[in-house]
């Protein structure tokens, strides 16, 4: 079974940055998209960025601050996080997709906070 372990989060000042990083317990065949994707207490999850073998996207409200890679082996992906909000607080997940299914990692919390 193919987990999914992030990292990186943590307690932020605004202005500041953080490097997510998700890593999968094995390769993974088929992948289409690797994702990321926050969820704000007592909101629903939202997108945040994509990354697909020829495109990147990311939510109009972190474009500009954000940026998602992930390695050549496609077993790590990133998101580098910059000019941190207080209302980017929230549950970071991320999501491979793949042509069979859906993974999911636990999450890593992310709080901006002076």
């Known amino acids: 079974q193919v987990q999914l372990v992030e990292s990186g989060g943590g307690l932020v000042q605004p202005g500041g940055s953080l490097r997510l990083s998700c890593k999968a317990s094995e390769s993974i065949f088929g992948i289409n998209v690797m994702a990321w994707y926050r969820q704000a207490p007592g909101k629903q999850r939202e997108s945040v960025a994509a990354?697909?073998?020829?495109?990147?996207s990311y939510a109009d409200s972190v474009k500009g601050r954000v940026t998602i890679s992930r390695d050549n082996a496609k077993t790590t992906v990133y998101l580098q996080v910059n000019n941190l909000k207080p209302e980017d607080t929230a549950v970071y997940f991320c999501?491979?997709?793949?042509?069979?299914?859906?993974?999911w990692g636990q999450g890593t919390q992310v709080t901006v906070s002076s």
């Open positions: 990354i697909s073998s020829d495109s990147t």
């Open positions: 999501n491979v997709r793949t042509i069979f299914r859906d993974y």
